[in-house]
Every structure is written in structure tokens, then in C-alpha cells.
């Protein structure tokens, strides 16, 4: 076997580190066993002679014990979610895509032609303001996935890889996982708090060597449930946080980019929608390790104010018109000659709504969109279909000089450039 089989899956390198992978899930096992018999046997029933006090103890401690571990089990082997597979390229779309993978340009243009063609749903772009895509996976990215290097594949609503969990919390997992960390802090907060009375009564009297309870079992005891009570809650206090702002960890240190700009809040409605979306509508799941999360994890609704913003965006794409038909006494009517629009997939009331909120639109430079009509926009598109109409064109007005036009595209690379206006 060569040393790049032993790196493979099943290879004697991959099964090691695979291995290896479980050890914290195996300490977390061990303590929580460790903790199991010296809570029941050492402290309830070497320590406390009452038996009232004995079993509510006990009650308690069982209770807490079965939520946090059933929902630590849920964490760790609920399957991460993976993109559908519409969201992949495979045959055709993937020989194209090899061959203008290296061209920027063409490869945003070929995915801007996959999106319409199969109706993804995107709104998170790129840092260069361009279509999300993952070479590894060699699929469209959904908004807010990304790809785990540890699990080797993209991953819905990734948030981070736990190595306590030893795999993804996501879309998937993220309500058994703030579940796990809540149970698991109060859970050693409830071992704490009942331990130190006992502990403390072994240092207030002499110890008595002929007493069953073993000082050792009590003291350790104590030290693992502070330990973890706070390490926990920092997590969990963290991640309650995340939740009521509607934020992944990766979102939290890099903003996810909307039409251009970094928007913090995107996915914020609120604290009391932003719970119900990760533990869902009825009360009586929200403190169960039950599924009840809202979603399918690739669509995700804007906030309205970032929404609002993103409706008035005007994008415009270089393609293929000859930029020496524009000059200041033209009017080029801008359609895609040679590459396909992103059509607005929004409610007709709301499209002409946009349109009819200015009657010019003006980038700068001299360059100014004219608005088309309610009857304009409905005869582009043949009348109404369904509850949607096509995309709305405007009419451009070039009102460059041609040293303004020198400057713009001075490049020779860019002299067959067509210029597409889609509203999205």
C-alpha cells in the first residue's frame, strides 16, 4: 500500500486521525460516567442521610443527566446537511465549468446561467460581489453554507466544527446543540451546588477516618462540575447571543455580503422570530432534543430594511456590446446578447412598486436608467405569468463625451463589452 493510499478513506492514516477525532467525545463519556457514580454512590448515598433530600437529588440529577446527554447524542450524529443537488454540477455543467473555471469573468457568467436555469434561490455573494462557489464540492453555494475542511464537504448554515462533537454544527444540529450546552451548564451547576455543602463540612470538622464518604470522590467532583459549568457558559451565553441576533459563528467575525455591501444584520427579525426560526413554533418542543427547526436550510427571508435596500439595487454586468455604438446621442435598449439575466423572483406588485419609486436611476459617470411604464414592463413580457413578470429592462441614455469613454475602458481586452441591467 503506498503512502497515498494510507491518506485515503479506509487508509490506516485516515482511520487514525478519524480515531483520534473521537477522543474528546470519549472524555466527555468518561467524566460524565466518573460523575454518575460518584454523585449517586459517594454523595447521595454515602454522604446524605436524608432520604427526602436523597432523591430529589437523585430526581434531579437523572432528569438534567437524560436531556443533556440525549441531546450531546443528537449533536454529535445528526448528519451535517448538504446542499440538495441541484445546488451541484454534474455532467455537462461540470465539463463547462472546467473549461472557464480559470477565466473569473466566464465562470461567473456560466453560474449566473445555472441559477436561472435550475431557479436557485441566492442572495449572500461573494467578497467580489459574485456568485458563492465551492472548487471542493464543485457546487453552487447556498446562502450561508460553507465548506468544512475537517468533514470535506459544504455544509447548510455552517456555524463552526466542534471538536467536542467531532462534527458540523449547522443547520441540521444547531437547536440539539445550544440544548446540550444549556443541560450541560445546568446540569454542573446543579452537581456543584449540591456537592458543596458535604465539601464543606470535611473541612469544617476534623475528618473522621471511620466515614464511608471518600473526600477525594467529593473534591474531584466539585472541581470537573465548576470546570465545566464555566466553560459552558461562555458558550452558551455566546451562542444565545448568536441566536437572538439570527448569526452563525462565521457571520459573526466576517459579515455575510448583500448586493455589495456587508450586511451584520441580514437575517435579523427580532429576538422572539429569531428563536422560533432554530426551535419552531410550539413551546412544548423547545426544550426537547426533538426536531422542530423552521426551514430547509438554503432559504433564509432578509431583514426588511436590508431587503428594502436590495430591492433598489441596480446591477450592471460587462458582456459583449461594442462600446463604440454608445455615444451621448444614442439610446441602446440594454439586453444580454450573448448571457442570460437573473430574473427577479419577487411579486408583481412589489416589482412595478420598484420601478415606479424614481423616474431615473443615476450611477454616475453620465450614465442614467430611465424607468419603464406598468404597461412598458407587462408588454416585455407578454402579459402576466402567474404571479410574476420578467425582468425589468430600462432603457439606457449614454451621456458620456469620449474622453469620459476613454477613461472607463481604457483596456483592450474590454473592448467587446455588453452591458447588462437586471433589477434582483
Known amino acids: 500500500m503506498s503512502c497515498r493510499d494510507c491518506t485515503r478513506k479506509g487508509g490506516c492514516v485516515y482511520t487514525t486521525f478519524w ?5 474528546p467525545v470519549v472524555l466527555v463519556t468518561i467524566a460524565t460516567g466518573w460523575g454518575i457514580y460518584a454523585y449517586t454512590y459517594e454523595l447521595c448515598f454515602l454522604s446524605i442521610d436524608n432520604w427526602p433530600q ?4 437523585l430526581i434531579v440529577f437523572y432528569t438534567l443527566l437524560v436531556l443533556f446527554y440525549t441531546s450531546y447524542l443528537r449533536t454529535i450524529y445528526t448528519k451535517a446537511w448538504q446542499p440538495p443537488q441541484k ?80 462534527n458540523c454544527v449547522n443547520f441540521g444540529n444547531y437547536k440539539y446543540f445550544i440544548l446540550f450546552l444549556a443541560y450541560g451548564f445546568i446540569f454542573c451547576i446543579w452537581i ?4 458543596l455543602p458535604s465539601f464543606i463540612d470535611f473541612w469544617k470538622h476534623e475528618y473522621d477516618l471511620n466515614k464511608k464518604t471518600g473526600r477525594f470522590a467529593l473534591v474531584f467532583l466539585l472541581f470537573l462540575s465548576c470546570m465545566f459549568s464555566l466553560s459552558l457558559s461562555f458558550l452558551f451565553f455566546y451562542h444565545l447571543y448568536l441566536t437572538a441576533k439570527n448569526r452563525t ?12 455591501k456587508y450586511a451584520k444584520d441580514a437575517f435579523n427579525h427580532g429576538f422572539r422570530a429569531n428563536y422560533r426560526e432554530i426551535f419552531g413554533s410550539h413551546p412544548l418542543y423547545w426544550f426537547l432534543p426533538v426536531p422542530s427547526t423552521i ?63 424614481t423616474d431615473e436611476l443615476r450611477l454616475g459617470d453620465g450614465v442614467e436608467f430611465k424607468k419603464w411604464t406598468m404597461e412598458a414592463a407587462l408588454t416585455s413580457r407578454g402579459g402576466r405569468n402567474g404571479s410574476n413578470i420578467g425582468p425589468l429592462r430600462y432603457r439606457l441614455l449614454e451621456q458620456r463625451d469620449e474622453a469620459e ?3 472607463l475602458y481604457s483596456d483592450d481586452e474590454d473592448d467587446d463589452l455588453d452591458l447588462n441591467v437586471r433589477i434582483v
Open 192 to 195: 456543584g451546588a449540591t456537592t
Open 19 to 23: 480515531l483520534v477525532r473521537f477522543l
Open 249 to 260: 459563528t462565521v457571520e459573526s467575525f466576517r459579515a455575510p455580503m448583500i448586493d455589495g
Open 295 to 357: 426551514g430547509d436550510g438554503c432559504k433564509f427571508k432578509l431583514n426588511d430594511m436590508v431587503a428594502s435596500t436590495a430591492g433598489n439595487q441596480v446591477f450592471v454586468e460587462l458582456g459583449g456590446v461594442q462600446t463604440g455604438n454608445i455615444n451621448s446621442d444614442s439610446r441602446t435598449s440594454v439586453i444580454s446578447q450573448h448571457h442570460t439575466e437573473l430574473y427577479a423572483e419577487r411579486p408583481i406588485e412589489k416589482q412595478l412598486s420598484t420601478v415606479d419609486e
Open 87 to 166: 445546488f451541484f454540477l454534474e455532467g455537462a455543467a461540470k465539463t463547462t465549468y472546467d473549461t472557464v473555471k480559470d477565466d473569473e469573468r466566464q465562470l461567473q457568467l456560466f453560474l449566473a446561467d445555472i441559477v436561472r436555469e435550475r431557479d436557485l434561490t441566492l442572495i449572500v455573494r461573494g467578497f467580489d460581489n459574485g456568485i458563492r462557489f465551492c472548487d471542493k464540492c464543485c457546487c453552487i453555494k447556498p446562502d450561508r453554507s460553507h465548506h468544512c475542511s475537517m468533514c470535506e464537504q459544504c455544509v447548510l448554515k455552517f456555524d463552526h466544527h466542534c471538536p467536542w462533537v467531532n
Open 405 to 407: 469613454m476613454q477613461h
Open 54 to 57: 436523597r432523591i430529589i437529588y
